[in-house]
């Protein structure tokens, strides 16, 4: 069984589309197609339904998904060991986290990183909390650089790298600034953009509040879990939300001072209990750390 076959048919399964699979493998669709069909005719299985526009896996497909993930992740730890024999720091090393910690915190230790190990290949997804989560528990990621969540999988080994400090923010023009002293309450005469609660930072702001017998004016239209598009949409209007310090640069938005009230997230590094760090992994953990708080 040819495993470009095996890699091809997971890509589509994923992407649930023969084209996005295509793109993600940077091959063209027929290419992609007929690598399905080899398979099919290896294995004497069909292993998709197309009905329509709908791309569904037959009863066989879904028996073999998890165990072509496990053969493609055997052969990757196997190329990976091999390439650990050289001595050399090498190979490929596919690294997991948010748009956030990529742009604020990541380079300075990508930097060093490559400076140091220049033959590793870095793949870096971008996914929210819980998509880095399900990625690593999946066995597709091997580091993932995240905020913690407080119902993480006991499959998970989780280890703190950064304290993030969490701020009040609105525009620069925002009516509460005239104000000299701002509460909880305060903020509820006023609408709120927050990630959504199934992510930690918005989870703990509307405990917050919910903790001070208050309610929240929040704006459900313009929920979003990015945060530098939360950003953008408080410097235009009289909305307020949270943001990590290092976001904080008083062009678009300002801080509020609110007394008695201090909000942090933890940024972790997650990996798979049962995953043997490769190298490449085992060297960049040690760079990250060099960099923790």
């Not at 953990?285 to 923790?292: A, G, M, P, Q």
Request: proline share 3%; glycine share 4%.
């Amino acid at each position: 069984m040819d495993f470009q076959n095996l890699r091809a048919f997971v890509a589509v399964a994923d992407q649930n589309s023969f084209s996005r699979a295509a793109d993600h493998l940077h091959l063209t669709q027929p290419a992609i197609s007929k690598r399905i069909l080899t398979l099919e005719a290896n294995l004497n299985q069909r292993l998709f339904d197309r009905i329509g526009w709908q791309l569904t896996l037959t009863e066989a497909g879904e028996c073999l998904l998890p165990r072509a993930r496990q053969i493609l992740q055997l052969i990757e730890q196997t190329r990976q060991a091999l390439d650990d024999l050289s001595g050399q720091v090498q190979g490929n090393l596919k690294l997991v986290t948010s748009h956030h910690i990529g742009l604020h915190r990541l380079p300075r230790v990508l930097r060093e990183y490559k400076k140091q190990h220049p033959g590793v290949k870095l793949n870096i997804s971008f996914l929210n909390s819980q998509e880095t989560h399900q990625n690593i528990l999946d066995g597709k990621g091997e580091l993932g650089i995240t905020t913690y969540e407080d119902r993480a999988s006991d499959s998970l080994l989780v280890q703190d790298i950064w304290q993030d400090s969490l701020h009040f923010v609105v525009a620069r023009d925002h009516p509460l600034l005239q104000r000299k002293k701002i509460g909880l309450s305060d903020l509820c005469e006023f609408p709120a953009i927050l990630p959504d609660v199934r992510f930690y930072t918005g989870r703990i702001v509307t405990e917050l509040f919910e903790n001070a017998g208050l309610t929240l004016k929040l704006d459900q239209d313009l929920s979003t879990d990015y945060l530098e598009t939360l950003k953008a949409l408080v410097s235009i209007g009289d909305s307020w939300s949270v943001l990590p310090a290092t976001m904080l640069d008083e062009r678009s938005v300002v801080a509020l001072n609110i007394k008695s009230v201090s909000l942090q997230r933890r940024l972790v590094c997650i990996r798979h209990k049962e995953r043997t760090l490769s190298k490449a992994a085992q060297t960049f953990l040690k760079v990250l750390e060099s960099h923790r708080d």
